[in-house]
């Protein structure tokens, strides 16, 4: 079936430090992919997305990168702020004649000062 | 702004009771979902609908029922309230692809 996998549960940095959290999906469609990013309390919302069309989404200095090869989605940043502690969700939707969206488990990152 | 609005933001409950989360959109979105949030679980799909009078189960609908009685509004609807069922609960709605979410509503039964 249609799966998303984020093996890293949890994720600790330091201001400045560079970002990689890693998220594998396996469907047998031609999915679009998005990163969302949860805050305290709150819903998770859109972060980016890619379609197979155009590979790369950046979005507030995150950076993804859809490979078709590894069916890998990772999510990237150069420098991390305390303000980006939050967790961040991989999915994918797959239009079946209904929207179907997937998720991944979730990583949370905390970023320390 | 897509907004979602979902009532109330937390519940105790207690065991065997009947619970009901509503949840409405303005955003004019024929997609509504019920996800739960347990911690490393992520967001697990309870019901879904894509147009009005008509729900889908979802991955784990066992002890979940759903109402869509218009576009603007979704509930979720729990019969028999277990201690299993203590979790965040979101809401969400789209039109095609990007998904907004709810802020929530933290259920704990006891």
């Known amino acids: 079936g249609d799966s998303v996998t984020q093996k890293q549960g949890q994720v600790t940095l330091s201001e400045d430090d560079f970002l990689f959290i890693n998220c594998t999906y396996s469907?047998?469609?031609?999915?679009?992919l998005f990163w969302y990013v949860q805050y305290p309390g709150q819903g998770p919302q859109l972060l980016l997305k890619?379609?197979?069309?155009?590979n790369k989404g950046i979005s507030r200095g995150f950076e993804a990168t859809y490979d078709k090869g590894t069916t890998s989605f990772h999510l990237q940043k150069a420098s991390v702020q305390e303000s980006d502690s939050a967790v961040y969700f991989c999915?994918?939707?797959?239009?079946?004649?209904?929207?179907?969206?997937?998720f991944g488990a979730g990583t949370r990152l905390k970023v320390i000062a | 702004e897509a907004a979602v609005t979902q009532s109330p933001r937390s519940k105790v409950a207690v065991t065997g009771g009947k619970v009901t989360l509503s949840c409405h959109q303005t955003?004019?979105?024929?997609?509504m979902y019920w996800y739960r949030q347990d911690t490393g679980h992520g967001l697990r799909l309870i019901h879904y609908?894509?147009?009005?009078?008509?729900?889908e189960k979802g991955d784990i609908p066992d002890g979940y029922k759903a109402s869509r009685p218009s576009q603007e509004n979704f509930s979720l609807i729990l019969e028999l309230a277990s201690l299993s069922q203590t979790a965040v609960y979101f809401c969400?709605?789209?039109?095609?692809?990007?998904?907004?979410f709810g802020k929530g509503t933290r259920l704990t039964v006891v």
């Open positions: 969400a709605s789209t039109l095609s692809t990007e998904v907004f």
């Open positions: 469907t047998t469609t031609y999915p679009t």
């Open positions: 890619v379609t197979t069309a155009n």
């Open positions: 999915a994918l939707v797959i239009n079946t004649g209904n929207y179907k969206y997937v």
């Open positions: 955003n004019n979105h024929d997609y």
């Open positions: 609908s894509y147009v009005a009078d008509s729900t």
